[in-house]
């Protein structure tokens, strides 16, 4: 199990939100834990010292280009990049140092997985450059992947099926639990547990935690075969239960189990 770093952009800034509060509709109901005074380049290189490889850089809604490519010049490689990426511009953003490519929306169109759009999507970054979003809200008993941000269910539920006929086209999932997301409120145990025994792909889980209690948890119940994301907790984003180093920490302890 690793410690994968974020950079989370909204507005151009560096910043950890909550995520099942982000509206197109209204912009002003977006809940903010944190806003960085320091640039997204200082963070990318924070990560790079540490040797942090897998993390990623998210692009939350328009305006925040620059902000990414500050970030991908800082560790050119080192870093992954999603946010409105497509078949069109992916070739950019591979060419602006982005490791690999983190992609929802674009697949997952009208509620279903497009697959003509997923094939575009390979054939022009490669499978291994390919790190499919399926970030999920919980409905009845089911998690479904959600879009657009996280504000739009699809039709597609986390199952076995799904997640090995996705497997074919990427490299990587990316899961974030959005109705716990930015709220340090715990994890979604039940979805950390179906992953570990579903995914047959290097899997990053994201959403609610708290603590490196929390993060034993990961390892725990989803039998050591998760990647955990940490943001709104960690003290570098302004978080009071946990701090950078022992995200780093308990990166460096899992390796050598």
Not at 24 to 48: C, G, H, I
Not at 55 to 81: F, T, V
Not at 143 to 160: A, E, H, L, M
Not at 186 to 215: H, S
Request: hydrophobic fraction near 40%; aromatic fraction near 8%.
């Amino acid at each position: 199990m690793q410690f994968r770093p974020c950079i989370d952009l909204h507005g151009g800034q560096v910043k950890q939100i909550v995520g099942s509060t982000l509206s197109d509709a209204d912009p002003d109901a977006v809940q903010t834990n944190f806003v960085a005074e320091k640039p997204p380049s200082w963070f990318a290189e924070l990560y790079r010292s540490d040797n942090l490889t897998g993390g990623h850089i998210i692009k939350l809604g328009p305006g925040n280009d620059e902000a990414a490519e500050e970030a991908l010049s800082a560790w050119p490689q080192g870093m992954q990049l999603g946010g409105g990426i497509t078949a069109d511009n992916s070739g950019k953003w591979l060419d602006k140092g982005a490791a690999q490519l983190i992609v929802t929306s674009y697949v997952f169109r009208h509620g279903n997985i497009d697959t003509d759009r997923l094939r575009k999507l390979v054939q022009a970054v490669g499978r291994k450059r390919l790190v499919l979003d399926l970030s999920c809200r919980k409905k009845g008993d089911e998690y479904f992947i959600v879009t657009d941000r996280w504000q739009k269910f699809t039709n597609v539920v986390i199952s076995p099926e799904v997640l090995d006929e996705l497997s074919h086209s990427c490299c990587e999932f990316l899961i974030h639990a959005a109705d716990v997301e930015g709220k340090c409120s715990g994890i979604e145990i039940a979805l950390v547990e179906t992953l570990g025994k579903w995914t047959p792909l290097p899997t990053t889980y994201a959403g609610g935690i708290r603590n490196v209690k929390d993060l034993q948890l990961i390892h725990d119940v989803g039998n050591g075969r998760l990647d955990a994301t940490v943001g709104s907790a960690l003290d570098i984003f302004g978080g009071k239960t946990m701090t950078y180093q022992e995200a780093v920490s308990f990166r460096c302890m899992s390796l050598l189990i």
